[in-house]
């Protein structure tokens, strides 16, 4: 399996501008989950899924951000419009009925 | 809130030696996991201990779980270079499915 797909792994963008952040589970997983890190906060869960379906947005810092996944396969998370606050790594993972997480490689996002 | 907290913050020791991290945590769990990350990479999953169980063996790795105490640690023993990472503890509190991660312990092994 190629494990967690993450694109585009880095993003340059100017303040106000859309971002959209893909992530390609492992198949057969049902669950997916959304972290960013930043050195100030650590990792931080904003969205998880559960049979494509958003369970827990408690951790969406703001109406700017909004996540979907339309499928199993496919999820994105989008912030409209980018601040600079909101550069950091966003991370996704995925996991089965298994407790263990498994993630992407990570998106590198500077807004500047 | 972070359910996770961890010690140290950042180790530095001598390939070779052994490394401990300490994670401490606020609610129930029902188990906690270690994951490690290098730099400029995502995590990866070393070793899950369920909250019935006390001690777990995988490799270089110990990990211990303290219910009474709400408090784990990870031993490397032997360490090496190649272990120089930062490392996270994550508890699962039955909460839908979701992961709680500490701040980390990043540990820097000398060659």
């Known amino acids: 399996d190629a494990g967690v797909i993450q694109s585009p792994r880095h993003e340059v963008t100017e303040m106000g501008q859309e971002v959209t952040l893909r992530c390609k589970p492992i198949?057969?997983?049902?669950?997916l989950f959304w972290y960013r890190q930043t050195m100030m906060r650590g990792l931080e869960l904003l969205i998880y899924f559960n049979n494509n379906v958003p369970i827990d947005d408690s951790g969406m810092p703001e109406d700017r951000f909004s996540a979907k996944m339309p499928n199993a396969s496919f999820s994105t998370l989008k912030i409209q419009p980018s601040e600079p606050r909101d550069s950091a790594v966003y991370f996704c993972?995925?996991?089965?009925?298994?407790?263990?997480?498994?993630f992407g490689p990570g998106t590198r996002l500077t807004v500047l | 809130s972070q359910q996770g907290e961890e010690d140290p913050q950042a180790l530095s020791i001598q390939e070779g030696e052994n490394a401990t991290m300490n994670c401490s945590y606020k609610?129930?769990?029902?188990?906690l996991q270690w994951y490690r990350q290098n730099s400029g990479r995502g995590l990866v999953h070393l070793i899950l201990i369920r909250s019935n169980e006390r001690e777990k063996h995988s490799g270089r790795l110990r990990v211990t779980l303290d219910t009474s105490k709400k408090s784990s640690s990870l031993l490397i023993t032997a360490s090496r270079a190649a272990d120089t990472a930062s490392y996270f503890c994550?508890?699962?509190?039955?909460?839908?499915?979701?992961?709680?991660f500490g701040q980390g312990t990043e540990l820097s092994v000398k060659p």
């Open positions: 198949s057969g997983h049902d669950y």
């Open positions: 993972a995925s996991r089965s009925s298994r407790p263990t997480q498994y």
């Open positions: 609610t129930s769990i029902n188990n």
């Open positions: 994550a508890t699962d509190a039955n909460q839908g499915g979701k992961l709680i």
